[in-house]
């Protein structure tokens, strides 16, 4: 279990530097699980946002509320900002650090204009009345949602602060097993996104 | 608010001690201290023994608790403990008992056995191992401090709604059910991945998966269902928190919520839970009667496939706690032909343990008596299970002590019993010194005994028609008799619960070290000093089959064949971070619950995530035991 | 169990890792197409109403498996585990959905 050991050079390898070590196995498994665990924890709060959809009580419907151009360009962002994080990763395992940075980057902007969206999407909903308080719908929706955009800041801070580690302690067995992981966190994000413009916007939209 | 601010600055007190802000020379004395050592070790043993104690504590306050329950109900219209008072005892009493006490003695046996018998040198993530303890310990606190601080939870262990709304529920009490079970439901969660990823990746070589012994795999099946378990509890949790803390409408019908939701939610976890909490009872049993009839498991295979097809059918039946919510002869038709398919493999187990014990050598030790008045015990509360899957049949049944009756056969009969058999089996292993045998057969007599008397008369008392949960009944009715005896047996069970308490006292007392295999047994946990050294193994043992020790020994080997040669063993360090983290945790949790403003809640919160960042920069990867430092005593026993 | 996820050799690794980051991009561009079609066909109504929901629910399901077994890697060696536990969490997930919303 030598952990500790910098990488100097690419020669002899492995190819996948995040399972060389029995702690970075055990990590990504375990990491794995947690996202299973986390599938059923966000079913849970679509199957409440599904049953309680239609209780607007009297505010403003999903039909009127959602806006799917400004959805598209937020799927958009999500969508590239795990294809820029797989990038990454590929980086990683090449280790190539300032290309694996300059690609993690580039997720966190894409990420933090997915939050900036989300954020004015949702001041705009309150405007219109549809609040977190006012109908069981609001509450589901905001619930469902806002889970999502906290596990979105989450995932910000987190993919930042293993840059930080990243570009002081180098590509090693200890650091990759990290921003593997985290790069699993990212995709997932986007899986949950993928169901919530499904399930909630286009859904809402044919009502 | 005032207690709470006494608390925090208390807690801040304790932080400055930490991080040695106090004064360095405290600090060195505390670091040599026993005490911290306990609340910084991350040895799976000792936090197995951390969670096994907290659970007997647990234990016995959810014992008290029904002891005053079964007070009141002595005579009828008894003005004993009445009311608000009454509603809180007996929430606190199945929330305590299965949270707070069946579970930490769960975690307790997997911690200290699961990782010496698959030969493994600690869990996977020793430090998240910490972690899941003292969420747990945070959170338990939590859930009990409404005794003393405003009011216990009183709106039943399932909390439903819209009772345990803002509305009906006004006082904080249910605010210290959600926020508790919150916290202790990360440590859960946690907990489970560790075992988890434990079992899958940290076996040794040569222990495929079907070479591990039964506790082993209920514990995989057990911490599969907890995975998949928590997350609707915790959703469910929010919910609540939600509606009672910031305005949410989702259980208030008034405002377009469901109430029938939480229902959901919450017995999606709720029935899964039950198997949580049994399937390592059966796999305790595995192994005692297979040990004490000196057999291999019978069927052990079927066993094996039975543990994952309990499960998994454990995970389709949620809806037979809400026949008569009225959802309809269709889901309740599906519900009730999956509910009673579960019988099926469960039958296969009992089987099995009968055809271990036929023809075998057996002992009748503490541990053998518990598990054989287990089987007849179990089979009743599986028997009154299927009698209450059928959903005609429900609607007379629910609500009634026959209910109460059927799920304490299950969980007393089933798991209390099959904990205490663990109890006595592992003991040695876990403490080194035996439980006296004589102690424990009292123990087993008049806990065995005074069980009978208290839930089989409540059988015919729920028949009689007296519903549960209710602080008293009418004389004249015919219910006066099988009340009196039922509270006439509660005097037994706590007999035999001071028996084991005596019994425990005195072990710790007496000087006499047992050798590492007591019982003649025949898995690996058995091949190391009792209790194990830090490091478990001093070499990883090769496993040749199922029952490895016993076969070693069959070959007449001494000792397991090593699977690698003797070198410097890594073992992780000590951490005071796991008590930082869940005790801001605790500080976020009374924030929420005392209301006023946010302002404590959201401050615990932040103290949570920069320990868990500064914890993601600190590069201590443990240290390393050389050969030379392994006790001379151990050389004897490699393996 | 130990390093057999490691054992493919240098000069394959190489020509696999150009590979493997072209795959992500076909499969990154097949995500879009997808989630322009399932927008398209909610924004325009180009077919009947009742058939809305299964059509838009199989598109995200392909772009979820696309996610797991390419950008996910579970298309690789070693991932058993993983693939058994995550689709576990996928069906008890569906479990849970079709419970709370229709039972």
Redesign the interface.
Known sequence: ?E??TEIKSTR?M???LE??T?EG??K???F?????????????????Y???RH???GGPESSELYD?SLI?VS??IL??S??T???AM?KM??YKLKAMLTWLGITVLLGLSFLVLEIYEFVHYVHLGHT?????????FY?LVGTHGAHVTFGIVWIT??MF?AAKQGITR?TAP?LFVSS?YW??I??VW??I???VY??G??? | MGTLLVLIVFALFLVAIFTGGYNKDLKGLLEKSTVWDWLTTVDHKKIGILYFFSGIFYFVVGGIEALLIRMQLVVPQNDFIVGDTYNELMTMHGTTMIFLAAMPLIFGLMNVVVPLQIGARDVAFPFLNALGFWLFTFGAILVNLGWFFGNAPDAGWTSYVSLALNEYSPGPGIDYYVLGLQITGIGTMISAINFLVTIINMRAPGMSFLRMPLFTWTTFATSALLLFAMPPLAVGLLLLMFDRLFGANFFDYTMGGSSIIWQHLFWIFGHPEVYIVILPAFGIMSEVISTFSKKRLYGYTSMVFASVLISFLGFMVWVHHMFTVGLGPVSNSIFAVATMTIAVPTGIKVFNWLFTMWGGEIRFTTAMLFALGFIPTFVIGGMTGVMVALPPADFQYQDSYFLVAHFHYTLVGGVVMGLFAGAYYWWPKMFGKLLNETLGKIHFWSFLIGFHLTFFPQHFLGLFGMPRRVFTYQPNVGLENLNLISTIGTIGMAIGVLAFAANVVLSFVKKEKVPNDPWNARSLEWTIPSPPPAYNFVQTPLIRGYDAWWIEKQAGNKSMKPAEPIGPIHMPSSTFVPFLMSLSLFIAGLGFIARENFAAGILGLIMFFITMFVRSFDRNHGCHIEPEEFDQANKGVKA | MVQQQNQSSRGRAVSDKANREMKYVISFIFMILLTAAAFYLVSTGAVAEHLILPLILILATIQVFLQLFTFMHLDQKGTAFYTIFIIAGIFFAAVCVVGIVLM
């Open positions: 279990m952990v500790n002899n492995p190819n996948h399972t060389t029995l196995r055990n990504v498994l375990g794995w699980l947690f996202l299973a665990a986390e599938t059923v924890l966000f079913a849970c709060l679509f199957g409440t599904l049953a309680l209780q607007s009580m799917l598209a799927t958009a969508l590239t795990s294809l994080s797989v990038l590929a395992n090449q977190f308080m006012n109908s069981a719908f609001g509450s589901s619930a602060t293993l580690q200890e990290k699993l995709h997932f986007d899986v993928i169901f413009f499904t399930l286009l859904l939209k044919v009502g």
